[in-house]
């Protein structure tokens, strides 16, 4: 079914991104990196979901590998979703009323 995730038996998997200015297809593999003693590093699921250490692939792939330096919140939504985020800062707000 067109747009929803599906698990693939050959661990074979294409996680589109939006990078400089256009959405780009990354090619990936499902091994991730785990510690010695079997737990995955970086991010995941507490509830066995695997998405989020593909995304997490895809996107340092595209970055040059695991020892990227880093980014920005707002930089990484526009990444995953083409959204131009805005920043809002909330210390002026009362925190009882905000939610």
Do not use: C, Q
């Amino acid at each position: 079914m067109y747009g929803n995730p599906i698990y693939n038996p050959e661990g074979k998997y294409i996680i589109k991104l939006y990078l400089n200015g256009s959405w780009r297809a990354v090619e990936i593999d499902d091994y991730v990196p785990v510690s010695r003693h079997g737990s995955l590093i970086g991010a995941y699921s507490n509830k066995g979901k695997m998405w989020i250490s593909l995304m997490e692939k895809a996107y340092l792939k595209a970055h040059g590998g695991y020892d990227f330096d880093g980014s920005l919140s707002s930089r990484d939504l526009f990444i995953f979703t083409g959204w131009l985020p805005e920043n809002i800062d909330l210390g002026g707000y009362d925190s009882n009323k905000l939610w």
